[in-house]
């Protein structure tokens, strides 16, 4: 059966979908392809969600200990994994169902199955059953997103290893977890394992945790997270893994490891991740791939074919679901005919952390690796009357500014609730807010939101909680 549609979108995630009802409300016909039984990918199945849903709870229970030194004792936190688990799960049914049913409002065809590329204008998908259906298309767009990095040194056949995948599904809470990578994924899951009760060892190849990210702000993050782990190795690889007794045998390589050869109860393997660029047919069109295998696309997310456009993380980085929908947005709006392009000046990340860390635009290396003439300006949160009162006060709100503009370039915060914090940075600089546009806005107090004031007061020696702050020192 061949069937004509004017997009069709390959893929359900934030950059399927977000593509899939923007194109709807603008008034075409859509047919949205995933294998799954309702719209999410990645994201809301196997990513975001469910790790959210995790870190709450890890959150939950880091409180409820702290609470002793508020007076205030609950007693040690009774963890029942199984009903843990079907909460986190109930989230994910309720957010995708709710996708599913949008889907249907908007009179998005939602076929479910994997689809291949026949040529430009033309795709098969084959459903879960081995039903084929044909369809053509004037355009489309491809958000099929990525999965697990496994590079051959860390891949072994076991239930034992994990990926992000298999530490969503809480199998149970191993005595002592090894996470190899000290990225977004590792830091994240690895607290709840730290939260949930595991002895928790990191190992990061590289020279701090987070690379990429503001030192200062990972400063922070690295202390807490020394203080609920077994241990934090940095510079050190896994050189093996082999199944022994009932746990994971490794052998760690690195200047800081004094016993190479340990045993762990499971390891939790989370060294980024590849794009899901093989799609089949892609050869027969004329989109081309780079050498990490994302699709590689223009400023408007068009591929080398003229009717097919990309987006999400199988273009590239930053792999993060709020880029993949802005991404969609671009390219839906593309095909409809608007002068649009690509371009943010800030595409926020956070990692949920605790504390978290949040930061948006120019990064104060990425400035000086640039050449540039910047001024930082920090904000210790021990200065915060509000983390005070939260009992957070490990935090700093720091802001990365032009001295000749005063325009804000960056904004980074480490701190209890950063991920909410950092949209007013983003709003700053893609409105070219200056530092006295912030400094003057009245901030509700008291509130975290008021660090982002006074990092900006900083700026002018102004700030009325942190003495001596005068400009330049
Ligand atoms: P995806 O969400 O990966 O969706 C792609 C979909 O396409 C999948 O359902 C896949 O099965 C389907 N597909 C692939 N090939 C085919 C085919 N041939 N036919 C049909 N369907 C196909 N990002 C954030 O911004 N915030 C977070 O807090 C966050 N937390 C994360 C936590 C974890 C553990 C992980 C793994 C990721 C997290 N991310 C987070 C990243 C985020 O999930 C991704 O950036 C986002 O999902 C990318 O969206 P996408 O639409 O490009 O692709
Ligand atoms: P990552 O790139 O964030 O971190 C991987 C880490 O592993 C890096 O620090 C890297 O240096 C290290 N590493 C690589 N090889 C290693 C080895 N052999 N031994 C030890 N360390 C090694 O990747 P990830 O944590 O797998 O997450 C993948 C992506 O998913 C992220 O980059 C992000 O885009 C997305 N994500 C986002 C969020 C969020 O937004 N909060 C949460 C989870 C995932």
Same mark, same amino acid.
């Given at each position: 059966m061949?069937n004509?549609?004017?997009l069709?979108?390959?893929g359900g995630?934030?950059?399927?979908?977000?593509?899939?009802?923007?194109?709807?409300?603008?008034?075409?016909?859509?047919?949205l392809?995933?294998?799954?039984?309702?719209?999410?990918?990645?994201?809301?199945?196997?990513?975001?969600?469910?790790?959210?849903a995790?870190?709450?709870?890890?959150?939950?229970?880091?409180?409820? /200990?702290?609470a002793?030194?508020?007076?205030?004792?609950?007693?040690?936190p009774?963890?029942?994994?199984?009903?843990?688990?079907?909460?986190?799960?109930?989230?994910?049914?309720?957010?995708?169902?709710g996708?599913?049913?949008?889907?249907?409002?908007r009179?998005?065809?939602?076929?479910?199955g994997?689809?291949?590329l026949?040529?430009?204008?033309?795709?098969?998908?084959?459903?879960?059953?081995g039903?084929?259906?044909?369809?053509?298309?004037?355009?489309?767009?491809l958000a099929?997103?990525?999965?697990?990095?496994?590079?051959?040194?860390l891949?072994?056949?076991?239930d034992?290893?994990?990926?992000?995948t298999?530490?969503?599904?809480?199998?149970?809470?191993?005595?002592?977890?090894?996470v190899?990578g000290?990225?977004?994924i590792?830091?994240?899951l690895?607290?709840?394992?730290?939260a949930?009760?595991?002895?928790?060892?990191?190992?990061?190849?590289?020279?701090?945790?987070?690379?990429g990210?503001? /030192?200062?702000?990972?400063?922070?993050?690295?202390?807490?997270l020394?203080?609920?782990?077994?241990?934090i190795?940095?510079?050190?690889?896994?050189?093996?893994?082999?199944?022994e007794?009932?746990?994971?045998?490794?052998?760690?390589?690195?200047?800081?490891v004094?016993?190479?050869?340990?045993?762990f109860?499971?390891?939790?393997?989370a060294?980024?991740?590849?794009?899901?660029?093989?799609?089949?047919?892609l050869?027969r069109?004329?989109?081309?791939?780079?050498?990490?295998g994302?699709v590689?696309?223009?400023?408007? /997310?068009?591929?080398g074919?003229?009717?097919?456009?990309?987006?999400?993380?199988l273009?590239g980085?930053?792999?993060?679901?709020?880029?993949?929908?802005h991404e969609?947005?671009?390219?839906?709006e593309?095909?409809?005919?608007?002068?649009?392009?690509?371009e943010?000046?800030?595409?926020?990340?956070?990692?949920?952390?605790d504390?978290e860390?949040?930061?948006?635009?120019?990064?104060e290396?990425?400035?000086?690796?640039?050449?540039?003439t910047?001024?930082?300006?920090?904000?210790?949160?021990a200065a915060?009357g509000?983390?005070m009162?939260l009992?957070?006060?490990?935090g700093?709100t720091?802001?990365?500014?032009?001295?000749?503009?005063?325009?804000i370039?960056?904004?980074?915060?480490?701190?209890?609730?950063a991920?909410?914090?950092?949209?007013?940075?983003?709003?700053?600089i893609?409105?070219?807010?200056?530092? =006295?546009?912030?400094?003057?806005?009245?901030?509700?107090?008291?509130?975290?939101?008021e660090?982002?004031?006074? =990092?900006?007061?900083?700026f002018?020696?102004?700030?009325?909680?942190v003495?001596?702050?005068?400009?330049?020192?």
């Amino acid at each position: 059966m061949t069937n004509s549609t004017q997009l069709v979108v390959i893929g359900g995630g934030p950059g399927g979908y977000a593509a899939a009802f923007l194109a709807a409300d603008l008034g075409m016909q859509v047919t949205l392809i995933d294998e799954a039984p309702d719209p999410g990918g990645v994201c809301l199945y196997r990513g975001c969600m469910p790790s959210k849903a995790l870190l709450h709870v890890a959150k939950v229970l880091t409180e409820a /200990r702290e609470a002793r030194a508020w007076g205030v004792d609950f007693g040690e936190p009774a963890i029942d994994i199984d009903r843990l688990r079907a909460w986190k799960d109930g989230v994910v049914g309720k957010l995708t169902g709710g996708l599913g049913q949008l889907s249907t409002q908007r009179g998005v065809t939602y076929l479910r199955g994997r689809a291949e590329l026949v040529g430009p204008t033309a795709a098969r998908v084959t459903a879960p059953g081995g039903d084929t259906t044909d369809l053509q298309f004037e355009h489309a767009i491809l958000a099929t997103g990525s999965r697990p990095a496994s590079p051959p040194g860390l891949s072994l056949e076991s239930d034992r290893v994990w990926d992000s995948t298999r530490a969503l599904e809480v199998p149970g809470v191993p005595r002592s977890l090894l996470v190899v990578g000290g990225g977004y994924i590792g830091l994240e899951l690895g607290s709840v394992y730290a939260a949930l009760g595991s002895a928790v060892t990191v190992v990061e190849m590289t020279a701090g945790l987070l690379p990429g990210a503001d /030192r200062d702000l990972t400063a922070v993050v690295a202390r807490r997270l020394g203080a609920v782990c077994e241990a934090i190795l940095l510079e050190t690889t896994v050189a093996g893994l082999a199944e022994e007794g009932d746990g994971v045998g490794v052998t760690l390589q690195g200047p800081g490891v004094e016993r190479a050869e340990r045993v762990f109860d499971r390891v939790l393997v989370a060294v980024g991740r590849a794009p899901n660029s093989e799609i089949p047919g892609l050869e027969r069109t004329g989109i081309q791939r780079d050498a990490q295998g994302f699709v590689v696309v223009d400023g408007q /997310r068009r591929t080398g074919e003229p009717t097919i456009f990309a987006v999400g993380d199988l273009v590239g980085e930053p792999m993060l679901a709020h880029k993949a929908s802005h991404e969609a947005r671009t390219a839906v709006e593309v095909i409809a005919g608007h002068k649009t392009a690509f371009e943010p000046a800030a595409i926020p990340a956070v990692v949920f952390t605790d504390p978290e860390i949040a930061w948006c635009g120019l990064t104060e290396a990425q400035a000086r690796a640039e050449g540039r003439t910047v001024h930082v300006c920090r904000f210790p949160w021990a200065a915060s009357g509000r983390a005070m009162t939260l009992d957070r006060p490990a935090g700093v709100t720091k802001l990365v500014v032009d001295p000749e503009s005063e325009q804000i370039l960056g904004v980074g915060i480490v701190g209890s609730g950063a991920g909410e914090l950092i949209a007013e940075g983003v709003v700053a600089i893609e409105m070219g807010a200056t530092v =006295s546009d912030l400094r003057l806005c009245i901030h509700p107090h008291p509130t975290l939101s008021e660090t982002l004031m006074e =990092s900006a007061e900083v700026f002018f020696g102004q700030s009325t909680h942190v003495y001596r702050t005068k400009r330049g020192r």
